[in-house]
């Protein structure tokens, strides 16, 4: 294969799966690691692709998303997918776990089908704490300040309030993943609260569909390889390379 024509293939996969990694071009390509990174470098210079540690992905995965939705318009989105990640994320609390609950639709689908009344949660979403007093449980509602357009309780007495617990697993909602940015909010006030919760997890957990992946937001709150993925689609090589991924098809 001529080395232009080799180039233009790797920016058609690029563009088709959004990210790539160079094991995955020399298996698809058959060619050394060596002529991958050298073409990726070209592709990178010309800006046909976006060179990023291992691999490349698309230069359109660099668009920053900075609007949020309003809770009642996630709600109705990827229903039948988050349903199915919340599931399997309820399932993973054992007796004696002290959890935490990230405010957040797929995270809300969540507590109906957690059953362990032996469990404690904590949580700064406000419909959250609500639906697990009403089914029992012990749960702790962090203090701060209400914002409306999410439900959720956000600003530095929230972070400070999270300061002194210590989870033995966090499940975080996020609006992007991408290997470059890592999991990404739109809001500063949020991803302080985030990355804080997950700082002081044992284990933390990221509960996405597979529409939130080669997404970047304004503002990062952890990197890609601090937490565990749980979602409802395969996704390219390049995320499991760097961080567990579990996919709950169906």
């Not at 985030?194 to 304004?218: C, G, P, W």
Request: aromatic share 6%; proline share 1%.
């Amino acid at each position: 294969m001529l080395t232009e024509e080799r180039r233009a293939k790797i920016v058609e996969i690029v563009n088709e799966k959004k990210a790539v990694s160079v094991n995955e071009l020399v298996e698809m390509l058959d060619t050394s690691a060596a002529t991958i990174r050298r073409d990726i470098n070209e592709l990178n210079t010309s800006k046909q692709l976006v060179k990023v540690f291992g691999g490349a992905t698309a230069v359109s995965t660099l668009d920053v998303n900075t609007k949020e939705d309003a809770v009642i318009q996630k709600a109705t989105k990827n229903v039948v997918e988050k349903d199915s990640i919340s599931r399997y994320a309820a399932g993973l609390i054992q007796d004696n776990d002290f959890v935490y609950i990230d405010a957040g639709t797929t995270t809300l689908a969540m507590v109906d089908y957690i059953l362990n009344s032996r469990a404690k949660y904590i949580t700064n979403g406000v419909v959250h704490a609500k639906r697990l007093m009403d089914k029992g449980l012990e749960v702790i509602m962090i203090g701060g300040r209400l914002k409306g357009s999410t439900e959720a309780v956000v600003g530095p007495d929230c972070v400070e309030f999270i300061r002194k617990y210590h989870f033995t697993k966090a499940f975080m909602g996020t609006n992007g993943i991408s290997v470059r940015a890592g999991f990404t909010t739109p809001d500063v006030d949020e991803a302080m609260i985030k990355t804080e919760a997950i700082r002081h997890s044992y284990m933390a957990y990221v509960l996405a569909d597979h529409t939130k992946f080669d997404q970047i937001n304004s503002v990062t709150f952890a990197e890609i390889n601090t937490c565990s993925i749980i979602t409802d689609k395969a996704v390219a090589k390049e995320y499991s390379s760097h961080t567990v991924v579990k996919v709950c098809e169906g």
